[in-house]
């Protein structure tokens, strides 16, 4: 077992999940000459919603990204450690990226639709795994649609442009169109720092519906937001993760004093 | 402290009153251009204008041979009472007369008198079956300030035709400067009877002789005209059915006769258009056609009916050709007149003779009027007429239509504007410019659309930025060389290299993207362990060597490959299997330098469009498992297309203007055919090796301005799209 991680165990940082479907272990992260992750080791539980908290430039999207290697696409970034996904390892060089992408799918700050219909939005990635039959898109468009609650709105309008959507709504089809791939994992960037109130509380309730089927990992600036919806939450300052553990725990009574300092609106 | 904001507000307001000044400046510069070039154009639309300016009288029996000077000042007429009087056009006095009749013991005149192509000979018959031939002269000479016009009426010669004296129903006669004449005149009984009266001069002794020959050959049908040339070597004839004959003479003799159908109406007119080869055929009925010889499919040459103009309300009487370009005067019954154009097949002016019953018509030499002798009130009257007529070749067809011109088989697109002579026919259709326009376009959006688009993408969606910042300046370096120095080294360096490779290019063509693919699958089945080492776009390097490789090998194998494949030879290979000629100075050639000087600015245009898909786009379809091609190809082209459009236009409309490459790497040969093998002449090519050539004004000079007109109005229609679609593409990309 993890007798490794037992040995290094400090309760400010190991709430102590079982089977955890992603464990970063030590992962350090530069880009170019400047270290923006240090030695980070955390677990990540497998269906249920984890956060990631802190101030500005703390490095929780980078280490985000790190999960699905999009930090690959930025020139001079240098990684040491390693993500562990089941049994392989995300910085495998064997690994297909493309493959490890699909299965860990994510949805950005800004929303991004592309500027193509709602339905080929959503239709796109099953159409780069291959799927091509109307039917099974279809099949897969409705799915994915209703499951971001999104369906209703839009059901009549699958092939108008997805950017007539509001930006509530595009955030949502985003999500759809994340699921349509059937991740595992589904990481959310901020998914509504762009968003008013009511958007913002419609993503939440729909991550809570989607939390029965897929672990779900969110950063997010909005401390309200990480105490409503994650069931563990790590708060991260300077590159560094601070603290780690159930949102009941970090946010109710946390460990560390930086982390009562951030969470009580002293700093941030 | 409150002086800052206004000195501010002032700086403001002047620095966008002179941003506004510029592009305002910038706007009118180019209407400027715009305006100047339709001012110059214009005058091709102006209508001829014929006016009556002027009747003097003309003393003396009705003259039906006229003859002006370039200055109009004077006249010379030869009437029937066998006088020529030369008569100032001003008043019409008699300046100078002299009668070819004087020591005649036998009466009454001249049956006729005509003046023969050439326009310088007044000819008359005589009733006793001669025909006399007066060469008339004009000497200018200043006296101070003033101009003077001295006519001068040379020896008379004169051929006897029939020798039994009887007078000719028809005839014709020329005389050269060498003395040599020849008269044909058809008698009574319907024989036709030429005369040749040819001068040698002995070059010891200075002495002239004369020989005189004389054949004959019966004519069945009725001839009512004869026509003999200046050059006295093709004699036509028309008669009462309305057959055109025609017999090529050698030395006097004839050969055999040539007919043709002109329809039954009888031929009253006929007459050599300059050049001596477009006869214009004028008939009872009214009917005005114009003719020449064309070759048969039997090899040999006969009349053909090349244009009509509109039927006249009266019979066809008299025809003064031009002195200076294939237009031609009409007169005709009941006292219509016109002006027409043989080339550009246009009847320029119709309206009524200022003299009821015309006998006589000369078209005068500079072409800005014309004389008509007739009786009005009971005396010889001498009418003037003022034409203005600029710009008579120029019409819509014989720009962009097939035109038939003489001396071809069949109508076709041709530009030539000038020739060696005089009488040369400008044909000036802009048809095949346009073609070598869009020739040398198309070749070298060829090569420039899909490496410009390609590199591009690839630039800006898969190299490794660190390469991505040296190519770059590369590029730019590339958009900045002069097209001259391109031009240069296309034509002077490259095209007998090419010459030389050209197995090796067409083994490229064919192997380099082979090879490439072969690479990319090879590539594609290595490790993913191995692959995953290099950074991502690195790979590139590789299919550099890959590149160099497949080059040298296309190079290793080109004298092989030219030996199995195109028999040793391949410029021989190539006649004699599809029958194309091989120029050294051709598209490919065009193709590889205007496309080197294109490539960059599609290549600018495009990577911009790529570069400006917003990143989130591509991080979106990344993370939704895509590969890299899957983005570019399903995400990122989609978006960019617009901007690849514009690209594209652009570099359109470069290579539609670019003139230097054009006008050094090809051989200019106004040809029409898509022969990548073969050099073409392009509109901005044409203008540059024309525009220092052209007489200011003329209507070559302002064709010019019309394919300059045609350039800037394809190149701004083509930058106006460009430019829309671009702007409807920021507007997208300001929504994602």
Known sequence: ?268 | MSSTPRSRLLADRAARWIVSAGGLAIIFSILGILVFILVEVWPLTYNARVEAAKVVPLPGSPAGALLADEHRTLVAALGADGRVRVVRTSDGGVVAARDLLAGDTAPGGLTATSVPPGNRLLTGATRDGRVLIAPVEFGVTFAGQDRVVTPEIEEVVALPVDPEGRPLRAWSAQLDEEGNATAAGVIADGRLIVVRRSTTENMMTGETTETVSRFERQVPQSVTVLVLDSAQRNLYAGTAAGEILWWPLSDGELDAVRASSAGHSAVTALDLLIGDRSLVIGQENGDLSVWFPTEQSDGGDRLTRVRDFPRQPGAVREIAPSHRNKGFLALGDRGWFGLYYSTSHRTLWTGRSPLANGAGLVYTPKGDGAYLSGEGAGEGKLAAVDIYNPHPEVTWKSLFGRVWYEGADRPEHVWQSTGGTDDFEPKLSLTPLLVGTLKGTIYSLLLAIPLGVFGAMYTSQFMHPTYKRYLKPLVEIMASLPSVVLGFLAGLWLAPRIEDAMPALVLMAVLLPLLVLLAGYAWSRLPRAFRNRFPLGTEAILFVFVLALGIWICFALSWPFEKVAFGGNFQQWLLAATGLPYDQRNAVVVGLAMGFAVIPIIFAIAEDAFSNVPSNLVAGSLALGADRWQTVTRVVLPTASPGIFSAIMVGFGRAVGETMIVLMATGNTPIMDWNPFNGFRTLSANIAVEIPEAPHGETLYRTLFLAALLLFIMTFLVNTVAELVRQRLRERFSQL
């Open chain 1, 1 to 268: 077992m993890s007798t490794s991680v037992i040995q290094t165990r400090d309760p400010a940082l190991d709430p102590g999940i079982q089977d955890p479907i992603l464990k970063i272990e030590n992962l350090s992260l530069w880009y170019g000459e400047k270290r923006a992750l240090h030695d980070i080791s955390l677990q990540i539980p497998e269906k249920q919603i984890t956060a990631f908290i802190g101030p500005s430039g703390c490095g929780k999207s980078t280490l985000l990204r790190c999960i699905n290697r999009l930090n690959d696409l930025i020139d001079g970034v240098r990684t040491e450690g390693d993500i562990r996904f089941g049994d392989a390892s995300v910085y495998d060089p064997r690994l297909d990226i493309n493959a490890l992408r699909k299965r860990i799918g994510m949805v950005f700050q800004k929303s991004n639709p592309f500027p193509k219909s709602i339905y080929e939005n959503v239709a796109y990635g099953p159409r780069i795994q291959g799927t091509n039959r109307k039917r099974d898109l279809d099949e897969i468009v409705e799915r994915s649609l209703r499951r971001a609650a999104l369906w209703d709105e839009v059901k009549d309008r699958l092939n108008d442009s997805a950017l007539g959507l509001s930006g509530g709504q595009q955030q949502r089809l985003c999500i759809a169109r994340a699921i349509a791939v059937e991740p595992e994992v589904i990481l959310l960037d901020e998914p509504c720092s762009a968003l008013d109130p009511i958007a913002t509380a419609r993503i939440e309730e729909l991550m809570q519906d989607l939390k029965s089927q897929y672990t779900q990992v969110i950063v997010t600036h909005n401390m309200q937001q990480a105490s409503r919806v994650s069931d563990y939450t790590a708060f991260l300052y300077l590159g560094e993760l601070i603290e780690y553990g159930s949102t009941e725990k970090v946010f109710i009574n946390p460990m560390k004093k930086q982390t009562e300092d951030y969470i009580t609106g002293r700093f941030g």
